[in-house]
């Protein structure tokens, strides 16, 4: 068995009614309290949540007090994704994410694989030794996209909020996929105007002719 079977990975996501994953550059912009009890719930569930280094800058990472005492009790690790040294602020417990090649590598703990950019395989390899079982993805697109274009992601917990952002806001995931991974749903949840989904993957469909 394979890291990437024996570590359920899981992704979860906010989008406006036409797929935007931010307004004015913050995903937290879409979002409501219900969706951010959502987002706790899931993270209690995992042993390590992972975001890209942009996305930990740009949204309310290190000031969330949640997250703060839910890393002062152990778990789950935050994993920073990042090619260089990232400094958390307000000396918040995490991982760095990160490749061999990053000599500047500091936290409480590095997980480095692959050279110019992390080999997501690679790194769940190590995840997998250092036990865990559920890792959550938190995005945002630029990670997500490495991430699907190397293994399947098993579970998707997405929130569809109730506006129309239009414009240029990147989707989920934005690089071009070969194969149709199909997903059934398994809940489904309205409160208010937002809508809570989760899916599960079912399998991979043949490429459309
Ligand atoms: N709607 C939502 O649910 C949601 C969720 C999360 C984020 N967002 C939004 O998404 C936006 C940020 O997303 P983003 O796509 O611009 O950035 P991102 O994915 O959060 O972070 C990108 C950065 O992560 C690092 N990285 C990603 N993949 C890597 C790899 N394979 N190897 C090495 N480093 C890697 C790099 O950091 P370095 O440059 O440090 O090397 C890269 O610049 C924000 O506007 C945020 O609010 C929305």
């Avoid at 975001?51 to 152990?74: E, I, K, P, Q």
Wanted: net charge neutral.
């Amino acid at each position: 068995m394979t890291a990437a079977e024996s570590i359920r990975l899981s992704l979860n996501m906010i989008t406006s009614l036409d797929g935007a994953i931010s307004y004015h550059n913050r995903g937290s912009n879409l979002s409501c309290d219900v969706d951010r009890d959502r987002m706790h719930r899931l993270r209690r569930d995992a042993d390590l949540v992972i975001v890209g280094s942009r996305t930990a800058t740009s949204g309310r990472y290190w000031r969330d007090d949640f997250l703060r005492r839910h890393n002062a009790a152990g778990l789950p690790r935050i994993g920073v994704v990042s090619t260089s040294r990232w400094i958390a602020g307000e000396d918040v417990p995490h991982t760095l994410i990160t490749t061999t090649t990053n000599v500047d590598a500091n936290a409480e703990l590095v997980i480095k694989a692959g050279g110019a950019i992390v080999d997501w395989p690679t790194a769940l390899a190590r995840m997998q030794e250092l036990g865990y079982r559920n890792v959550l993805l938190e995005g945002g697109p630029t990670t997500l996209s490495g991430v699907a274009s190397a293994v399947p992601i098993n579970d998707l917990h997405l929130t569809i909020a109730p506006y129309l952002i239009g414009g240029k806001a990147e989707r989920v995931i934005c690089t071009h996929r070969e194969d149709l991974s199909r997903y059934r749903l398994l809940n489904h949840q309205q409160v208010d105007d937002y809508i809570f989904l989760d899916f599960t993957r079912k399998s991979s469909c043949p490429t459309p002719s």
